[in-house]
């Protein structure tokens, strides 16, 4: 206890930075997913009014549908771009300046939103999704590779999963501020729709008072004096020797080496196993079942008898029960280990919802609805204390240097994509196989605990060179333990 407030105290200004880092970035995310639910019918009335206005003639249903379909879609794959030019732009113009410009995006996004109505163009509502799922994007991507940058071994899981922490919080706040007590009403949605703008403007102000991550300015940059000030600043030390000499391995390695694109991130053997664990059970977490239990799970309370009125509430409550369940993860992170949390809560969640397909099949009885909710609730506690943190903070663990911003664009690009075809094709298959859609979630769920636990190294109190070490065992299993020295690359540049 006394150590933790040592740390407490010495570490203040990388904690603030870590709530600065995190108000403009994952909880961007969070809260524009989440606050598109209580606007949906004032939005479809503005789309049917203006169409009426441009026409002359009522917008039919169908067509009503495609737009706002679109409308909640199309926020995904702005969140693809982001994703993509996260690895070019922080880079090129460093982590800090990068989201300063990601600010600027939000606040365009938030001005479209304000002025729709009174343009009568639901085009500029399209716009401005677009523009916040860019920013989110981005944002996610960013925000990581800046907090894993600053942070020191001994803090960075815990630090690091306080981007998941603030998604949650995003999406609790977005569903409080839509109820129709406050926001939730057809003179609000605009306003509504515009807070992300909020969240922008408080990040870039007071994030220009922060340094530039500091791996970025010594390992890319080159910057020794600048590295050592913001060390200094941020982690509140004398003595940094030890952490600039980690990173000068890093950087020695780089001499006279090629630049590395997404494209080697994709073919190096060096890191192939690296990208196994980015893509399967960290980049397609989408697939565990999650975003559709949330979904499937208001079914399951009208047949308990929750009144329609009561829904919003109730998922409000689903939401604060995520945030509170990835909070306790952040504190166990670097006590049980990533490989633990992910693997174990994989098989649990995997093993949760076989029981969920078998009590939906037998909901006749009264009592199953109630063991129902038991059971959703116990795959979002699961989820929480498991795969929804670590699969966000393992690839800052995993990856050096010269293949994080790239391996990020990949894991962005898989994340935001499957979100997209989730969201699109989920209903039909909801239609075709009804409870039985689950068998797909169990399985991902079942192979990727398995694949954790009996691949993934243990990352924990491990430097990420210690680990690249660990990886290269599997990487180089039938060859020498040195072949990896002439493929490293540890700085990128495009």
């Known amino acids: 206890m006394r150590e933790a407030l040592k740390d407490l105290v010495r570490y203040w200004r990388l904690y603030l930075l870590t709530l600065v880092l995190g108000i403009g970035g994952s909880f961007q995310l969070g809260m524009q997913v989440s606050i598109m639910a209580s606007p949906a019918e004032h939005i479809q009335r503005f789309v049917n009014q203006t169409w009426l206005g441009r026409y002359e003639v009522p917008v039919s249903d169908s067509t009503n549908m495609l737009i706002w379909s679109f409308i909640v879609s199309v926020f995904s794959l702005g969140g693809w771009v982001g994703a993509i030019h996260s690895g070019s732009l922080s880079v090129t113009y460093g982590r800090k300046k990068a989201l300063l410009f990601n600010n600027i995006v939000a606040l365009v996004a938030a001005v479209l939103m304000v002025f729709s109505p009174m343009a009568k163009s639901f085009e500029m509502i399209l716009l401005g999704r677009f523009l916040y799922g860019y920013n989110a994007g981005l944002g996610w991507n960013i925000h990581l590779m800046y907090l894993g940058e600053s942070s020191p071994k001994k803090l960075r899981g815990f630090l690091t999963i306080t981007i998941t922490i603030f998604n949650n919080l995003g999406k609790v706040m977005g569903q409080i501020v839509g109820i129709k007590e406050l926001m939730g009403t057809d003179d609000m949605w605009p306003w509504l729709m515009a807070l992300g703008g909020l969240p922008a403007i ?293």
Not at 216 to 234: F, N, P, S, V
Not at 242 to 250: H, N, V
Not at 461 to 467: A, F, M, N, P, Y
Request: aromatic share 14%.
């Open 202 to 494: 408080l990040q870039f102000v007071t994030l220009l008072f922060f340094p530039e991550a500091p791996r970025y300015l010594y390992i890319d940059k080159g910057d020794t004096e600048g590295c050592k000030k913001a060390l200094h600043w941020l982690w509140q030390e004398d003595d940094v020797q030890m952490e600039m000499d980690e990173m000068g391995k890093e950087r020695a390695s780089m001499q006279g080496q090629n630049v590395k694109t997404i494209w080697d991130v994709l073919t190096s053997r060096c890191v192939r196993w690296q990208l196994l664990v980015l893509v399967i059970p960290c980049a397609g977490v989408q697939f565990c079942g999650f975003n559709a239990i949330y979904l499937y799970a208001f079914d399951i309370f009208r047949e308990a008898g929750v009144a329609e009125d009561k829904m919003h509430y109730l998922s409000i409550g689903i939401g604060t029960t995520d945030l509170i369940t990835i909070t306790l993860s952040s504190l166990l992170i670097d006590r049980a280990g990533r490989k633990m949390l992910m693997g174990y809560g994989y098989l649990l969640m995997g093993v949760i919802m076989s029981v969920l397909i078998v009590m939906l099949s037998v909901k006749d009885q009264y009592w199953v609805p109630y063991a129902n909710i038991a059971l959703i609730f116990s795959v979002i506690c699961v989820y929480g204390l498991g795969p929804s943190g670590i699969a966000s903070t393992l690839p800052a663990d995993i990856f050096l240097q010269a293949w994080r911003p790239s391996a990020y664009v990949i894991s962005g690009s898989i994340n935001w994509l499957s979100l997209f075809l989730i969201g699109m094709f989920f209903p039909f298959i909801v239609d075709g196989l009804g409870q039985f859609c689950f068998l797909i979630f169990v399985a991902y769920c079942l192979f990727s605990a398995a694949f954790v636990l009996y691949f993934l190294p243990e990352t924990k109190g491990k430097s990420t060179v210690e680990i690249m070490e660990d990886f290269n065992k599997l990487n180089y299993k039938n060859r020498g333990t040195d072949t990896e020295k002439a493929d490293f690359v540890m700085a990128t540049k495009f």
